[in-house]
């Protein structure tokens, strides 16, 4: 019973890892830096782990307003529109998930930010946010959207634009890559599942009628 338990739990593991997204620091909490209440990091700059400020710069925000998740996050206007970007492991093919938290500065006023996100230098996506927080409640929303890869590696971006305010921009905080598991994967994963569960009924009833 143990081995058959084992097989199934190694499948599952094995159907999830065979087209596992390798994205880093996504909440950014990692960092050379110490951004104190916040820090402007001009472009090119690698201080934050895991990901590059690509153009302009953005502010690296530390204990400003709260987080979405963890202590740090990201507003992408620092002293100029910019942009951060972080490459990580695809397997071509295969479909992903992206999610990630997004708020606006609230010392840019009320009026709508927007947040673009490309895949590999493609045309962006746009999410706006109403920019209807505080720094104390920040009203974070999050947004998600799939993409299948292309290649081995992929290229992730995160942008600010002409709505930022003054160069108080969407903010960003989160960021969550997922594999979409296939039919194949699904089928694997609920097999495996079916042997688990089949084991602990037989376990239980083998202990009630050894009581």
Known sequence: MYTRITAATAALLLAGSASAATLINGSFEMSSVDPGVFTTIDSPSTAIDGWTVTSGSIDYIGTYWAASQGIRSIDLAGNAIGSIAQSFDTVIGQSYTVSFDMAANPDGGTAPRNLLVSIDGGGPLVFTHPADGSLGAMNWQTNSFTFVATGTSTNLAFS????????????????????????????MMIGGFAVIGGAIRRRRRTAVSLA
């Open 160 to 187: 600010a634009d002409d709505s930022s305010a003054g160069f108080y921009g969407a903010t960003l905080d989160n960021v969550l890559v997922s594999v979409v598991p296939e039919p194949a994967m699904w089928a």
